[in-house]
């Protein structure tokens, strides 16, 4: 054994590390070699697991050795992972749209339960905006809600509608009963909150004449932020948590026939649905099951890996949680019922595709048992890995950084291996009781639990600790750990593998602390996300005409750039924005909600639309919606150290304090004496800025201003105020103050107001 051991002795190795890193960073910086970089990062994985399980394995009693083969275990999935994921990305199948040639009769399915009714209308103006003959396609709304207004709403806009007595067996049994209510060569289904593009028929409807395609499936794209973009700040920086399956995996999977149906923004062929009895009813995931049953009938599958649609991701990290617990709880129910290693009629590259999907959902064991292996060494002195801190940085660090280094490149900027190892964390918990939960009765009938979506986040913080506690016990485990392990190493104390454990500890509890972070919600007011779209647009009030710019809209409002601040004080405006580029205008009537200034010639308003009518609402959804150029756009990818860097600024943002400006008014700066008058004093300040509706007021010194109400005085004007704000600057006071009514001088402060802007 002498020859392995200088071969992955220290001498070597760090030289072959060194080499093949190079290699590796040579061809990501210049964005080639995919294959090439997922064969060198998996010959520096082998090499570390090589030397794990030759060297650093912990045979000290019987606690040890199982504690140390629990890990290198642990380490031995991830390997695996990592090798299942180089097979669906070592060579994408790129589609591209087939030409029809003739127009198969298509139902298009929009299923509902209990989803808000404007998210519903989205998606209806979306599939009934379709370039496709209109006599050839027809929207379907499956109501398993049994509600009236969703059956008004499908009879306003035109489409049918179908409910069914019972819920049995949820959206598989919902879309069976329809299957059995309509007579369409093809089935389009949406879940209730993806809008379609308008060329999402038109795009892929063609790839059916081949005659053994059985389904067509497309990205899934969101219009919002993921709960890690959005409760860590991090939407410039991080790329949407699923864009590395649809817009890598899937395709792989599509070179080998094994791209699946993902519950919505995808097509059927009827006559193979009725084939196969229909979608399946056995699992929760009805989706991939019921393709890995027509993949084993020998039909066919395409993914054409564009844009077509855009939905909403779940908004709370509850949301999520339960989201991933369903696909857990699906995919090992497949394993047991129908499992893809043994299932007649499926190929070998098909087998490998499906397990991989069953295999992924397992990573929550794995990575528990990571999170915990350094307590162990810390509070019991049982060290998972017998290796001193330098080697083990060498043998890992060099396989983690090629890691970082591939994923820069096969992602296409969509992951890094950092943010992979957050992800996993924090819904590790969660999955790791559900599949162990599920495989011990894999045969009982579990609910399907509906993915919550259109809901208001109105308070800060964690909303159901439920979710949040395994994490927080994992923490204040690791802390005590750590503090343990710190004084141990003060003393000088012998304790095996005692310094890795320290620094393993530590990396484990930014993992755990960002998942945390992840699980406080920040606010969310409005339950239709606003869309960014740039549209030029003229704003007029009765004393103003100004020329602008859409920044973002959606059908209740819009926020405008315009390069002055609107003075009017009645507050209704009235907005012609461009529909499409260089097409028509749409005029409609809105009121001012807040002004705020971004930059010395720019003034950002808030507009919320009134008095609309139902057509001016379809076109501002379809102006939002139905351009899949716009939902193409390349984007810029985030670099490697940006996106690591981006969560200690995660750290910072969520203990910023940040104050929204909801002002109908922009304050503008103006500086004069007054007076401020409570109940049992008077104050001495001066004016900083002031509008139409308030001002803002700095008073020397230390005062306490315990008093809401009061009364300003300045030169002949007086009103009656209430305070908003108070803030303490090192010797004086800054304070804001809303104008609840002029007393005298009315006419004085509306041209004071009107001077100072």
């Known amino acids: 054994m002498s020859w392995i051991n200088d071969f992955w002795g220290s001498s070597v190795a760090i030289p072959l590390s060194v080499i093949v890193l190079a290699v590796i960073s040579l061809l990501s910086w210049r964005n080639q070699g995919r294959q090439i970089i997922l064969v060198l990062t998996l010959v520096l994985y082998a090499r570390y697991l090589v030397w794990r399980g030759l060297y650093t394995l912990n045979t000290d009693d019987w606690s040890s050795l199982l504690v140390s083969w629990m890990v290198y275990t642990a380490e031995v999935y991830a390997f695996i992972q990592v090798l299942l994921f180089a097979y669906h990305a070592w060579s994408p199948l790129e589609r591209k749209p087939v030409r029809l040639s003739s127009y198969p009769t298509v139902d298009v399915f929009i299923t509902v339960v209990d989803e808000p009714l404007n998210i519903l209308r989205r998606t209806v103006v979306g599939c009934t905006n379709q370039q496709y003959p209109e006599d050839r396609y027809r929207v379907q709304i499956l109501d398993d809600g049994k509600r009236d207004d969703v059956q008004r709403l499908a009879a306003s806009m035109n489409c049918g509608y179908i409910r069914r007595a019972d819920r049995l067996h949820a959206k598989a049994g919902n879309l069976n009963h329809a299957l059995q209510q309509t007579c369409g060569e093809i089935v389009a289904i949406f879940d209730v909150d993806h809008v379609p593009t308008a060329d999402f028929l038109q795009d892929t409807v063609g790839m059916f004449q081949d005659q053994q395609v059985a389904f067509v499936q497309t990205p899934h794209h969101f219009y919002n932020p993921d709960i890690f973009q959005k409760n860590l700040r991090t939407e410039g920086v991080l790329k949407n948590e699923q864009a590395l399956f649809y817009r890598v995996l899937q395709s792989g999977r599509d070179r080998h026939n094994s791209a699946f149906f993902a519950g919505s923004c995808g097509l059927f062929r009827r006559r193979v649905l009725e084939e196969i ?11 991939i099951h019921t393709s890995m049953v027509i993949h084993a009938k020998g039909y066919r599958s395409c993914y054409l890996n564009k844009v077509l649609a855009a939905g909403l991701m779940p908004e709370t990290f509850e949301g ?5 617990v369903r696909w857990a709880t699906g995919h090992v129910q497949i394993l047991f019922r129908s499992n893809p290693l043994t299932m007649r009629g499926l190929s070998l590259h098909q087998r490998l595709g499906y397990f991989a999907s069953i295999f992924y959902f397992v990573h929550g064991i794995p990575r528990v048992i990571c999170l915990v292996a350094p307590l162990l060494a810390l509070l019991f002195g049982i060290a998972p890995v017998v290796a001193d801190l330098p080697t083990i940085l060498n043998f890992f660090g060099s396989y983690y950084l ?17 943010w992979s190892d957050i992800y996993e964390t924090a819904d590790s918990m969660a999955l790791s009781w ?4 599920t495989a011990l009765s894999p045969r009982r009938q579990r609910p399907f639990v509906i993915t919550p979506k ?9 909303t159901r600790f439920y979710y949040s506690m395994p994490h927080l016990v994992v923490m204040g485990l690791l802390v005590a750990g750590l503090v343990t392990g710190i004084r141990l ?30 699980a406080a919600e920040l606010p969310e007011w409005r339950t239709l996300f606003r869309i960014k779209r740039r549209r030029f647009c003229e704003v007029v009030t009765e004393k103003q005409h100004l020329q602008g ?26 907005c012609r924005i461009q529909v499409a580029v260089g097409g028509e205008h749409l005029a409609l009537e809105a009121i001012i909600c807040r002004q705020k200034r971004i930059s010395a010639t720019s003034v950002e308003i808030g507009a919320k639309f009134v008095e609309m009518e139902e057509n001016d609402i379809r076109a501002l959804i379809a102006m939002a919606f139905s351009d899949s150029s716009v939902w193409n756009q390349q984007e810029v990818q985030p670099g490697i150290f940006q996106s690591m860097w981006s969560v200690l600024r995660a750290f910072h943002k969520l203990f910023a304090k940040s104050r929204t400006s909801n002002r109908r008014h922009l304050r503008t700066p103006y500086r004069q004496e007054c007076r401020l008058v409570f109940r049992d004093r008077i104050v001495a300040g001066k004016l900083d800025e002031i509008s139409q509706e308030g001002f ?10 315990i008093d809401d109400q009061g009364v300003l005085y300045v030169d002949r004007i007086s009103g009656k105020i209430r305070r908003t704000w108070v803030m303490q600057d090192k010797d004086k006071v800054m304070a804001g103050f809303t104008i609840e009514q002029i007393q005298r001088g009315a006419d004085q402060w509306q041209a004071l107001t009107t001077r100072a802007a």
């Open 696 to 705: 803002s007021v700095h008073i020397p010194g230390t005062v306490d201003l």
């Open 489 to 518: 190493w003060w003393q000088n104390v012998p304790v095996p593998g005692l310094e890795i454990s320290l620094f393993w500890g530590g990396i484990n509890l930014i993992l755990v602390s960002v998942a945390l972070m992840v």
């Open 277 to 287: 009895g229909g979608f399946r009813t056995e699992t929760v995931t009805e989706d």
């Open 454 to 462: 259109g809901t208001k986040q109105e308070k800060v913080g964690v």
């Open 549 to 574: 710019v859409v920044a973002d809209i959606n059908e209740t409002g819009a926020c405008i750039h315009l390069s002055e601040p609107l003075a009017d004080s009645e507050g209704r405006l009235r």
């Open 434 to 437: 559900a599949v162990l939960k």
């Open 402 to 418: 090629a890691t970082l280094l591939m994923l820069r490149v096969v992602s296409r900027g969509t992951r890094n291996a950092f």
């Open 320 to 324: 999520m949680i339960k989201q991933r």
